[in-house]
């Protein structure tokens, strides 16, 4: 008696994976779901292909697949901002004047990456600032970033 790989195996197969990656969320069994679904679609264009030859492609598709996802997709879907946390997370940070704030008006920074969901901040400062200084903040006013410029230590 032997036994026949039939394409609605490997479909049947792959929508189990794909099913069991709802309750697992990792996106990694997900992609051993599509390559066997997809060795199911390829049986049906070529049926006479060999279940060693069907194992092959499903190992390797699913390999690629994977690889794919940890090495160019996931790391697109990673928030590289800081949104969402508390001021503690801007504190610290260092970013450059647009406009500098005066007496009668507030200025205006540009981080290099978004911070807390914006790269451009409106800004308070007690210090004299210019159009290019390097500031740093100190505190949160509302809206608006408390700054002081950013004093450069002997290792930069």
Do not use: C
Request: hydrophobic share 55%.
């Amino acid at each position: 008696m032997t036994f026949e790989i039939l394409p609605w195996h490997w479909i049947v197969f792959g929508i189990a994976l794909v099913i069991g990656e709802i309750f697992l969320a990792t996106f990694f069994v997900l992609w051993f779901g599509a390559a066997a679904v997809v060795v199911g679609v390829l049986l049906y264009v070529m049926p006479d292909l060999t279940t060693t030859w069907q194992i092959l492609i499903w190992t390797v598709l699913s390999s690629v697949l994977a690889f794919g996802w940890f090495k160019y997709l996931k790391p697109l879907s990673i928030d590289k901002t800081k949104a969402g946390l508390s001021k503690e997370a801007i504190t610290g940070e260092v970013g450059v004047v647009l406009v500098a704030p005066s007496a009668d008006k507030r200025g205006k920074l540009r981080f290099p990456a978004p911070i807390l969901g914006n790269d451009e901040w409106i800004i308070i400062s007690q210090d004299a600032l210019a159009v290019g200084d390097k500031v740093t903040v100190t505190d949160v006013s509302g809206n608006a970033l408390i700054v002081n410029k950013y004093v450069t230590t002997n290792s930069e």
